[in-house]
């Protein structure tokens, strides 16, 4: 009999111990305590060089507080000193447009185009003392040999598109080419070129008519999703071990002229885009717990973040036209 | 001389008595530090979700977490779940989980029992750093025919067993009857994919003579999703294990026996998704073919002298196209052969050591690890027992997993481009007895972690290397240590355990963090575990409450914008940048879970109706934090795990 009462009393204990421990606990918390705004005010440094171009602006910002929407004006940096040296004398110097983006305007012993297989290195003392620093060595110049509609699934040429090559005074006129109007999913584009010594390969994709209506037949998806496709995109960075890449259809979204570029990139551009998911970086969660995606990006910036990057670039442009 | 002599059964009344459970191997508990044996029965009696789980059930003991409400892995003392070895009559499962990780592929009407060495396991076992679960399938009934089944919300399952000439069999098979109710829901406005899982087991035993008995085991399930979205977009996954075990046990003579077992285990899982007409497939494949010799000798004086052989043969595919190109693969063969032997020594009345040493060969290049292993025991007085143990392990084998989708977990071997992961473990407890129904014990644990592997999860999809350098960051280190209390109310009316866990795991990878150490998503300080479970005349009463240091997550320490370089758009406006990785926990996670049982019958048929409630007070756990940058508006989301889930069903027996 007391051993039963005993039981029982225990029993009663463990049932009111588990009822009152999580009533002291709440599920409310603060969204800030999600946050830890220990990086506030950090240098953003963004320049990326493309072979055989000029050399281009150099944006300085601040990173803001994690609980506040961005404000891109609040967080530029003007007034700072920006350089990029190259070789033993090489030296270009930067207009500061006070709204925190910088213009090359004096190159001292240093062509004006950015050229191959070179090291750049930026140096920038913003206004409070601080410095940031970073290299890029330019990969070799490259361009893709052949552009390529192949057949689906033999894979055979059909045909090969026209380039800009083709129309050196009047480069639109590329979209109208009779060789350059792709019906949606109807064949493989793809494109063939010899690798160069580069980190990796991306490729920017545009959609250069705003407004022209969506290509894809997708009933599963809302009107929300669909206000998500965007007419810039990019693939995540590719090793092309096969020297060559093909165009998946599932990245073409809209009717009318598209831009095609192809990258080649230095070993900084490469740990951006692999390390920022929105730059179709591969950083997505495959492998490992839920939610341990969230990885700082491999930035190479000293003193700060962003990225100081450079690649050579092959491009093309074509019509899509909808499906019969 | 032996003697066999059968006996007659006949019928005599006894008042009630209180019979204490026994271990069947009393030895492996008196010996060993971390050793739990639990009966499948006692673990299906626990409160579940949807569906009785013996792993789920495994997570209600101190010093073994859950990843999540939806996730069967293991997580055992700071460890990940690659780090546990789970064998099914002695064969390897490499993905023991149904339902994307939400079940496991354990029937609980077709498991006899469960061993579980959460730390210094001995020599008979390897290939792991952490810990080892042992699960039996049931033997079969060798005197009458008998069934028993289950229906629960979303499964039924049906076991029958009987005896053949010196032996027995048993066969049991589960699937679950999702299938129509999915179909029902279906319409041309959602997108619900169809789904079911399905397992057998089966299990024949026979002796040959009075000196020879053989074992032939069997194991077979499937997972099956399909998914339409459109003309040109579909989404197909199935996965599934199969494994077989033939076992001969020989009587040598007196005091010399031996178990010779040949046996094969495969899992494999193909996808194929087809998005706007852009195809995706992935096809993975592991088959583990493996021969073992044990002898176990009892010479005397105290000496039992274990010793044996392994040798395993896998078959590594690893096989992906995309958009009509094949991407890089893996096809390996590596080969591994082990060898062990031990001595569990009783020195006097009050001490016994256990002593062993296993050497592993693995792979090309014929790597060796020796991983020696020592577990002690002395006797204080009649109800205290003192216990030390530890020893070294070597992991060739690694798992590619990810929590929220086990169906596409592949293990890789790690070859000539890293060294094997390695552990150190050392473990030391008191235990106490106060009374033949009460047991306390207090654990000590500390495990040292060296050439951990994790997964990059940076490298280009189109990457060609496969060796484990480009697919691993390699040579991190780590170390777990930790405190359990466990105490243990075994027989009576009311039974049940309260167990406390305190412990800490940390990890470094110089790609991660900046080079920095950090804890682990699963680095639990504070781990309570109560469970109870009362027997009332015709009702079983049952509760579990868990209570965890919330996990840890990467905190945004800031935000910034960039412009993609490739297009020259702007991406989202105000990406988030992580701070220091696993620096800030999720809230306490806690839940009560209770169950009650009505034994009655049903057609005839001994039958148990229960009642079943997950997270009864339907606390909104924590599950990860999801930081959408597309809004700059937008605050941090929590994911929540699972609220309040009733499940109700029968348990029968004929």
Same mark, same amino acid.
């Given at each position: 009999m007391m051993r039963a009462n005993s039981s029982r009393r225990i029993f009663f204990l463990l049932c009111c111990l588990v009822f009152v421990l999580p009533s002291g606990?709440?599920?409310?918390?603060?969204?800030?305590?999600?946050?830890?705004?220990? =990086?506030?005010?950090t240098i953003v440094v963004q320049a990326t060089l493309i072979v055989g171009q000029n050399f281009p602006k150099v944006t300085l910002a601040r990173t803001g507080s994690p609980d506040q929407p961005y404000d891109e004006d609040a967080a530029a940096l003007p007034g700072a000193d920006v350089r990029i040296f190259t070789g033993s004398n090489g030296e270009i110097t930067y207009f500061d447009n006070d709204d925190g983006t910088y213009v090359a305007f004096d190159h001292v012993n240093v062509p004006s185009q950015v050229q191959p297989h070179t090291e750049y290195r930026l140096v920038v003392r913003a206004a409070d003392g601080r410095t940031v620093t970073a290299s890029t060595t330019t990969p070799d110049s490259f361009s893709v040999r052949d552009w390529l509609l192949l057949e689906?699934?033999?894979? =055979?040429?059909r045909r090969p598109l026209a380039t800009f090559a083709d129309y050196?005074?009047?480069? =639109?006129s590329l979209y109208f080419d009779p060789a350059n109007q792709l019906i949606y999913q109807d064949g493989l584009l793809e494109a063939r070129f010899d690798r160069v010594d580069a980190a990796a390969y991306v490729v920017g994709i545009e959609?250069?008519?705003?407004g022209s209506p969506f290509v894809i037949d997708a009933d599963f998806l809302s009107e929300e999703d669909l206000a998500q496709f965007q007419r810039l995109t990019s693939s995540p960075p590719l090793a092309a071990d096969l020297s060559f890449l093909r165009l998946p259809w599932f990245a073409i979204f809209f009717e009318g002229r598209y831009r095609i570029r192809i990258y080649a990139v230095d070993r900084n551009w490469y740990d951006l885009a692999r390390s920022?998911?929105?730059? %179709? %970086?591969?950083?997505? %969660?495959?492998? %490992?717990?839920?939610?341990?995606?969230?990885e700082r990006p491999i930035f190479h910036v000293e003193g700060g973040i962003g990225v100081f990057g450079s690649g050579s670039m092959s491009e093309i442009g074509f019509m899509i036209h909808p499906k019969p | 001389m032996r003697r066999d002599v059968a006996l007659e059964p006949a019928p005599f009344s006894v008042p009630t008595v209180d019979v204490p459970g026994t271990r069947t191997r009393p030895r492996e508990g008196q010996t060993l530090t971390g050793y739990v044996e639990l009966p499948a029965k006692q673990l299906a009696r626990l409160p579940a979700v949807g569906e009785q789980d013996i792993i789920r059930s495994l997570q209600?003991?101190?010093?073994i977490q859950s990843a999540s409400d939806v996730s069967t892995g293991l997580y055992i003392r700071g460890g990940g779940p690659d780090q546990t070895l789970i064998l099914l009559d002695q064969i390897p499962l490499y993905n023991p989980t149904h339902a994307f990780g939400f079940?496991?592929?354990?029937?609980p009407g077709a498991i006899k029992d469960m061993l579980l060495?959460?730390?210094?396991?001995?020599?008979?076992?390897?290939?792991?750093l952490g810990a080892v679960l042992d699960v039996s399938n049931r033997d079969g009934n060798r005197n009458q025919f008998h069934g028993q089944g289950g229906v629960s919300v979303i499964a039924g399952r049906l076991t029958v067993e009987g005896p053949i000439r010196n032996g027995s069999w048993v066969f049991s098979a589960r699937r679950t009857y999702l299938d129509p109710i999915l179909n029902a829901v279906r319409s041309d406005s959602n997108e619900i994919p169809s789904y079911y899982f399905y397992d057998v087991n089966g299990r024949l035993n026979r002796s040959l003579s009075e000196r020879d008995n053989v074992m032939i085991s069997g194991y077979g399930g499937k997972d099956d999703v399909h998914l339409d979205l459109d003309v040109g977009s579909y989404v197909d996954i199935r996965w599934g294990n199969s494994a077989g075990t033939a076992k001969w046990t020989h009587l040598f003579g007196p005091g010399l026996f031996g178990n010779f077992l040949v046996a094969a285990s495969e899992y494999r899982s193909d996808t194929e998704v087809r998005i706007f007409d852009t195809p995706y497939r992935v096809s993975n494949r592991l088959l583990d073919v493996s021969a073992k010799g044990d002898l176990n000798w009892?010479?005397?004086?105290g000496h039992e002298v274990n010793a044996g052989l392994l040798a395993s043969r896998y078959h590594f595919a690893y096989d992906q196209e995309f958009n009509g190109v094949p991407q890089p693969g893996l096809d390996q063969t590596p080969a591994a052969v082990a060898v062990y032997a031990e001595d569990d020594w009783e020195l006097s009345s009050l001490t016994a050591v256990r002593a062993g040493l296993r050497l592993e060969r693995f792979g090309k290049g014929g790597r060796f690890g020796l991983e020696p292993r020592l577990s002690v025991s002395r006797v204080l007085s009649d109800r205290f027992r003192l216990k030390a143990g530890g020893g070294g392990y070597t992991q060739h084998l690694q798992l590619v997993s990810t929590e929220a989708f086990s169906g596409a977990d592949f293990w890789v071997p790690t070859d000539v481009t890293a060294k094997a992961g390695r552990s150190w473990q050392a473990v030391c407890g008191v235990e106490w007895?106060?009374?033949?129904r009460h047991s306390v014990s207090l654990e000590g644990y500390a495990t040292s972690l060296r050439n951990l592997v994790q997964l990059d999860?940076?490298?280009?999809?189109?990457?060609s290397g496969t060796s484990t350098e480009d697919i691993f960051f390699t040579g991190g280190h780590g170390w777990a240590a930790g405190v359990e209390l466990f105490a243990q109310?075994?027989?009576?009316p009311l039974t049940g355990w309260i167990g406390y866990g305190l412990g800490w795991s940390r990890r470094r990878f110089d790609?991660?963090?900046?080079g920095q150490t950090y804890p682990p998503k699963?680095?639990?300080r504070h781990d309570l575990k109560l469970v109870a479970d009362w027997k009332r005349r015709m009702w079983s009463y049952g509760a579990a409450f868990l209570y965890g240091t919330g996990q840890a997550f990467t905190p945004a320490a800031a935000r910034y914008t960039l412009v993609n370089?490739?297009?020259g758009g702007q991406l989202d406006d105000g990406l988030l940048l992580p701070g220091a990785k696993n620096s800030a926990r999720l809230l306490p996670y806690h839940r009560l879970d209770v169950s009650v049982t009505r034994h009655g019958s049903l057609f005839g048929m001994k039958a148990d109706y229960f009642l079943q409630v997950f997270n009864l007070y339907s606390r909104k756990n924590e599950w990860f934090i999801q930081y959408d940058t597309?809004?700059?508006e937008t605050v941090p989301k929590v994911v929540h795990q699972l609220p309040i889930v009733p499940t109700i069903g029968v348990n029968f027996e004929f």
């Open positions: 606990c709440s599920t409310k918390r603060d969204p800030s305590d999600l946050l830890a705004p220990s =990086e506030v005010g689906d699934p033999s894979l =055979e040429v050196p005074a009047h480069p =639109e959609s250069l008519d705003n920022v998911p929105s730059l %179709g %970086g591969t950083n997505v %969660g495959f492998g %490992g717990n839920v939610g341990d995606a969230f | 209600l003991l101190p010093g079940f496991s592929t354990f029937n060495y959460k730390g210094a396991y001995p020599a008979p076992y390897g290939g792991r009892r010479p005397g004086r007895e106060p009374s033949s999860n940076l490298r280009s999809p189109d990457a109310r075994k027989t009576g790609e991660v963090n900046q699963y680095d639990r370089p490739a297009n597309d809004d700059p």
